[in-house]
Structures are given as C-alpha cells and as structure tokens.
C-alpha cells in the first residue's frame, strides 16, 4: 500500500440516499485527483457506506468497482412471503400496517448487506479505522441521534438528545446497518437494547455530528434527488411521499446552513435502488459537482475562519 498521503483540515459529511450515494465516490475520486484528502469523515445511511470503505483506506476508484457486486439479491433480502410483498405494493399497505402490530417491520432483513459490508472491508473495528469515522441512526423508540465511532472521538457528554455508542457496536458493519436502516424497506437493527433506523430521520446529512466532534471546516454532500417532474400527486403513498421529503429537504438545508462551509448536491435523478444501470450517471454527476465545488474548497481550506456557505451543483 502507497505511503498515506498528507490530510487536509477538512471534514467530509456524507448524506443518505440510497443508491444515489454512489455520487459520493465521485466527489472523492475529484477530491483525490486534485490533492484534498479530508481527515474526517462522517456518514448517514448510504453515506455511512462510503464513508466507512473510506475511513478503512480504500481507494475511492477500488470503491466504484466493489459498486458492481452490490446486486439487487444483496439490498433485498426479504423475510416476507408473496401476499405480504404484493399488499406492500399496493395504497392499502399504509391503513394495513396501521392496524396490525405483526406486520413485519422492514421489506428487507438487512443481512445480506451486513454481510457484504464485512466481507469487503478489510477493517472489522471502529477502532481500527485509519481516519476518524462516525455513522448516525435515530433510535426510533426515544427519537434520539445516536453517533457509533470510536470512543476517542466523543468529547465527553453528548448534548441532549444525543447518544454515543463506541463499546457497544465495535463492528463497524454493524454501525453502518444500523445508519442504513431505511424505514419501511430494511429493519431496524437492534444494538445495546436500542432499535435504531436510518439517521436520515434525524440528520440527513451529518454535518452537525462533524461539527460536534470537533470538525473546523466542514464540506457536506447532499445526494437528495434534484431532478424529476413531480406533476400532479395523488393518492395516499404518493402524497405521504412527498410531503416527507419536502420535510426531509426543508430540515436538511437548515442543518447545512448553520453547520457546513461548503455544500455540495450533485444533480441526481430519482431511481430505485436496485436499478444499477444509474451507477455510472451517478458517478459521474458526483464528479461535476465536486469540479464545481473545487475553488470553493481550496478557499476553505486556505482560510482560517469559516467563509461563507457556496452551494454547488443546482444550477452553479
């Protein structure tokens, strides 16, 4: 393995979005081709993935090649039978799952990318990790953010609201399920007698958990879909859908706006997250957006102080 290269002061915030966090990986092929090696990385949901193949040393170009084994049998592994999965596809689903505490909790078991997670990266530990890293869920009991990282990456008593988790999830694997637990499609999964879902509910992208664990300069990645005609919503699920992620994205701006320097949201269509034909289109959108981004970072990075906010990739 070549010698570690020098780490800037900067931290790296990757948000949640499924498969549209493959965008990530472009942004750090730019960042790497261009000398920035950030030496913090935080992650929600689907960028808990990247962000911890990227604290354990592997090489963003290596990481869009593994992108081709994560076939649709490995996110959807179900536990429910064919009525179950046709009455989830149907309007009814909602009032169903309303009125029955046995519906499953989660389309998807979770265990086939837990296992994929542990067989490809080459650190099991936390606290192995060559970069600091921490990963965001949301115990869906007691509606806290919970940070999994190592322990020497907590400074003291989190604020209220807050949990730290380090002793209880020492498998990284494990810490990356639990962010990526995404309601109503994975189950959550239960760590220290806490059942914890996506921290996408919560933080959508962990620039404030950056910023609470020390970070002076942040640079966040939004991976939230930017392009698609919404027409006229009707219907129950759809307008459900929407309504959440016009919340989603309201909650998602105010956080970046306090807590990052820079932002970067590559222009990213909706697609369903077993459709891996959009893989190299996300790619390359995450690579536009960070080129954008490039002398707003370099700024940063030269400044002492935080400058103001720039957004790149909706409509720069």
């Known amino acids: 393995m070549a010698a570690s290269p020098e780490r800037t002061d900067l931290a790296l915030a990757l948000g949640g979005g499924a498969l549209r966090g493959v965008a990530h990986i472009g942004v750090l092929q730019v960042l790497h081709e261009h000398g920035i090696y950030p ?49 989830l596809s149907q309007r009814v689903a909602l009032e169903m799952i309303g009125r029955s505490a046995r519906t499953p909790s989660g389309i998807a078991a979770g265990r086939r990318l837990e296992a994929w997670i542990r067989e490809n990266l080459p650190v099991p530990g936390l606290d192995q990790l060559s970069l600091p890293f921490a990963c965001v869920a949301v115990d869906i009991r007691s509606g806290e953010r919970v940070i999994l990282g190592a322990r020497r990456l907590f400074p003291g008593e989190p604020p209220l609201g807050t949990v730290f988790l380090s002793e209880e999830v020492a498998d990284t694997a494990a810490a990356v399920r639990a962010s990526s637990s995404i309601p109503w499609f994975y189950a959550p999964k239960r760590i220290a007698g806490r059942i914890l879902v996506d921290g996408g509910v919560a933080e959508p992208v962990p620039a404030p958990t950056a910023r609470l664990l020390g970070a002076r300069k942040v640079a966040a990645v939004d991976v939230a879909p930017t392009e698609g005609n919404h027409g006229e919503i009707q219907g129950l699920t759809r307008i459900l859908g929407r309504s959440l992620s016009i919340g989603t994205a309201v909650m998602t701006r105010l956080q970046l706006e306090h807590d990052a320097d820079v932002v970067i949201h590559p222009r990213l269509r909706d697609a369903p997250m077993t459709e891996s034909s959009v893989i190299p289109e996300y790619l390359a959108a995450g690579r536009v957006a960070a080129m954008a981004a490039l002398p707003a970072l370099e700024e940063l990075l030269r400044r002492p102080l935080r400058p103001r906010r720039r957004w790149f990739g909706l409509g720069s």
Not at 50 to 56: D, E, L, P, Q, S
């Open 39 to 87: 030496s913090m990385v935080t992650g929600t949901s689907a960028g808990s993935l990247v962000g911890a193949f990227y604290a354990a040393g592997i090489d963003p170009y290596h990481m869009a090649e593994l992108t081709r084994s994560l076939t649709a049998d490995v996110l959807v592994d179900t536990d429910l039978g064919p009525l179950s999965l046709l009455l």
